[in-house]
């Protein structure tokens, strides 16, 4: 499986943004998509996790209620993360992730995407 993540920029406090993560790879629907995010100085941490179905979602707390994963199976092979309500503290690059267990833990990945940058401007 390999990953492109997109739809990082530049955005007011307040704002909403939707990443993308288009993957390859006829196996995509198999795997548990999560998304993560690293900021500068930090180590990389968890944001949101959907399951191979798609009827099972997780959050990090510091994201309930404002982001939302989503994933097209059947069409693009494309996983989503809405941000609305983006705060200075979300500024992070934002990695998608692909693996067989839905987890928040990293090391449950087995494929990662190259990064999107997402700033928030207070």
């Keep these: 499986v ?3 993540a997109s ?6 406090a307040g704002g909403s943004l939707r990443l993308s993560c288009a993957a390859s790879g006829r196996t995509f629907s198999a795997y ?12 990389r941490e968890f944001v949101a996790v959907i399951s191979w179905s798609g009827r099972s979602t997780s959050y990090a707390d510091s994201v ?15 996983v989503y993360l809405q941000m609305n309500k983006l705060k200075p503290e979300d500024t992070a690059v934002y990695y998608c992730a692909a693996g067989l267990e839905s987890s928040g833990r990293r090391n449950s990945y087995d494929y990662w995407g190259q990064g999107t940058q997402v700033t928030v401007s207070s």
């Design 7 to 12: 739809g990082g920029g530049l955005v007011q």
């Design 32 to 43: 548990g998509m999560g998304w993560f995010r690293q900021a500068p100085g930090k180590e």
């Design 2 to 4: 390999q990953l492109q």
């Design 64 to 78: 309930k209620g404002r982001f939302t994963i989503s994933r097209d199976n059947a069409n693009q092979n494309t």
